[in-house]
Nanobody, 116 residues
Framework: QVQLVESGGGLVQAGGSLRLSCAASGIDLSLNHAGWYRQIPGKQREPVAFTTSGGIANYADSVKGRFTISRDNAKNSVFLQMNSLKPEDTAVYYC??????????WGQGTQVTVSS
């Protein structure tokens, strides 16, 4: 059974930082793409960042230069370092993993709230 468990969300002031973690079990993240989406209530889930199995990172334009995605294959985990946070970054952040062309697995989400 595949499980993704996110942690690290919380409340932070604008300009602050948070580090999200996603620990996987039942699947080898090193063989998969892995990344993060976010969702604001009433809006569609949007991609934030992902990293390929080869370690190539991609970012949404809105977070480039502020967020950094990384993975630790030994811990079977993926991380999202978020700096210079803005109120518009407030959302539920979801970790996911998939092989290209195959179904994605999702975590339960972690709330990030940035106050102005």
């Amino acid at each position: 059974q595949v499980q993704l468990v996110e942690s690290g969300g919380g409340l932070v002031q604008a300009g602050g930082s948070l580090r999200l973690s996603c620990a996987a079990s039942g699947i080898d993240l090193s063989l998969n793409h892995a990344g993060w989406y976010r969702q604001i209530p009433g809006k569609q889930r949007e991609p934030v960042a992902f990293t390929t199995s080869g370690g190539i990172a991609n970012y949404a334009d809105s977070v480039k230069g502020r967020f950094t995605i990384s993975r630790d294959n030994a811990k079977n985990s993926v991380f999202l370092q978020m700096n210079s946070l803005k109120p518009e970054d407030t959302a539920v952040y979801y970790c996911y993993t998939n092989r290209p062309g195959a179904r994605a697995y999702w975590g339960q989400g972690t709330q990030v709230t940035v106050s102005s």
